[in-house]
DNA sequence: TCTCAGTTAATAATCATTATAAGGTTGATG
DNA sequence: CATCAACCTTATAATGATTATTAACTGAGA
């Protein structure tokens, strides 16, 4: 169907770390996230590289954007369709691959042409409820 | 329940003119957003208060905090429960009121206390529907 | 009137992200 | 093999949103 993806990138040693840390990491890491990680093992890593890469995996649908963390931007490796749950405490976020039919009446959608939906949920993770303390972040 | 809200803030004149802006607002508008609508009658605003009248909104419980912009905060009057849907071009935001019935099981729980969750649908608006070119901004 | 707590607003500081520009790499072509 | 162009990396500057700092301001009591 669409086409303006798959232009296949040049694999350089960077883009490898990027998409080698990527691969199969459930965290949901932040650009600085990735920074750190793969500029330990690949110390000449510029930041400029890991947006660069992201924009440029972004546009190939490989990796997707999320705006679930009110300070800065996740990347999730898993672009297809699924949920999340998120810890209102730590902001850990945890896939859910569940299928939910929401649907919306001609009426809700206010002329809208729908294309998706997402569900998140909100939650303390094991970890977060067991450490006392009241919640800082908000839910829904 | 809760009683870390209510703290009873003054209503300076600042503040009086943030929270009637705010006060049926269906824009989900950014903190400058409301800077700008509230400077225009208020010229000695300044970005300071609006923040930090939003922090204390916040606090009590009188404006939500939004995760859906990945560029900028937005901030919902509505407090209540309800869900969103979110134009993909101009990033514009519809409350929705209906209720979905999601639950999980307590296997995809993984653990979590859940609290609450949210339904995002995305579509074009009426707008971008009919102003051709693709959709620059990301969906689910 | 004096004081104190809460508030405003100018300003600086921080953080995430994007833009710019200079140099590096690679691979096809002559 | 030399060259050139397209694409990359990187350092760095620039931008934009948000937070922190601080001095001056206000208003309700003592």
New binding site residues.
């Given amino acids: 169907m669409d086409d303006h993806k798959r232009t296949t ?2 694999l ?4 490898l770390a990027i998409l080698e840390y990527l691969e199969n990491n459930g965290d949901h890491p ?3 996230d990735i920074y750190s990680a793969v500029s330990e093992r ?1 110390p ?6 890991v ?6 995996l972004k546009m190939q649908d490989a990796v997707r954007e999320l705006a679930i963390d ?4 996740r990347f999730d490796p898993n672009t297809g369709p699924h949920h999340h749950l998120i810890c209102i405490r730590c902001r850990r976020i945890v896939d859910i691959h569940s299928e939910f039919s929401v649907g919306l009446t001609e009426g809700e959608k206010c002329g809208f042409e729908i294309t998706g939906n997402h569900v998140d949920f909100y939650g303390l993770c094991p970890v977060c409820k067991n450490s006392g303390e009241k919640a800082p972040h908000e839910g829904p």
């Fill in positions: 990138m040049k350089t040693p960077q883009r932040s650009a600085s690949f000449t890593m510029s930041f400029a590289t947006y660069n890469t992201l924009r440029t009110p300070d800065k931007k």
